[in-house]
Each structure stands twice: as C-alpha cells, then as structure tokens.
C-alpha cells in the first residue's frame, strides 16, 4: 500500500507543478518584442504596432562600447502625443519594467519608443521593448 501511495503522491506532485509553470507562463505572456541598435550613440527612435491590449511594458539593454562601468539609458514609450510608460533601465541584458502612466492599460495601436543614453555617452547599445499580456 505504501509503495502506491507513494507513486500516487509523485504523479500529484508531478501534474500540479506542470499546472503551476503553464499557468504562470499563461499569465506573462510576451506579445511584442521590438528594438534598435546604434553603432555610434545617439538616441533611437523605433515604432511598435500592438494587436491586442497588454498590460506591461519591460525594456533590456545592452552596452557594447569599450568603457566600464554601468550605464543607462531612459526610455519614453507613447502612444500619440501621450506619454504612457517611463524608465531609466541599465544596459546590463536584463528586462526592467517600465514606469506606467496609464494603470497597465496598453490599448491596441502603435507606440513611439525613444531611447535617450543617460548622460549622453557616445558609444555603441542597444534597447528591446517587450509589450506583455
């Protein structure tokens, strides 16, 4: 008896933790990643067309010049004339989330990502966007 209870038990904890990653994995669900690079510095502008409303926006960043040390970049995400995410994000490969300025409401449309480097080095990076559902 004990040998099928523990074979039971194994299977139960087996279905429950594949139920708990696709859940989790359901709820952040990437829907757009867009992103620009520059081989000098500078700031970039990019565009990204979303089809479905999202409720995060996450930016990563690399650093590709020569310098060391942690840099930054500010990211301003609109949509029209309205400004509806904000974030200084260090180019160090890793998504950081985005200030929001309408409550985690991204409605379907296009949104103007302009990317500032903090301090205005002049060396080579890049920026991704990542819109979430």
């Known amino acids: 008896?004990?040998?099928?209870?523990?074979?039971?038990?194994?299977?139960?904890?087996?279905?429950?933790?594949?139920?708990?990653f696709s859940t989790v994995s359901y709820a952040a669900t990437?829907?757009?990643?867009?992103?620009?690079s520059t081989p000098t510095g500078g700031t970039l502008k990019y565009?990204?067309?979303?089809?479905r409303d999202c409720n995060a926006i996450t930016a990563d960043g690399d650093?590709?010049?020569?310098?060391?040390g942690t840099y930054y970049a500010v990211v301003v995400v609109q949509k029209g004339l309205l400004t509806?995410?904000?974030?200084?994000?260090?180019?160090?490969g890793k998504e950081h989330t985005l200030?929001?300025?309408?409550n985690n409401n991204y409605t379907t449309?296009?949104?103007?990502?302009?990317?500032t480097?903090?301090?205005?080095?002049?060396?080579?990076?890049g920026v991704s966007t990542h819109f979430y559902y």
């Not at 004990?2 to 708990?20: C, E, G, N, P, R």
């Not at 200030?99 to 309408?102: E, L, T």
């Open 84 to 92: 509806v995410a904000h974030g200084i994000i260090p180019l160090d």
């Open 117 to 125: 480097p903090s301090g205005g080095f002049m060396a080579s990076y």
């Open 109 to 115: 449309g296009t949104y103007k990502i302009t990317v």
């Open 63 to 68: 650093y590709y010049g020569s310098g060391s």
């Open 1 to 20: 008896m004990k040998k099928h209870l523990k074979k039971i038990t194994s299977l139960f904890l087996v279905f429950t933790l594949i139920f708990a």
């Open 99 to 102: 200030d929001s300025y309408v």
């Open 47 to 51: 565009y990204s067309q979303i089809t």
């Open 30 to 36: 990437q829907h757009k990643v867009n992103g620009a």
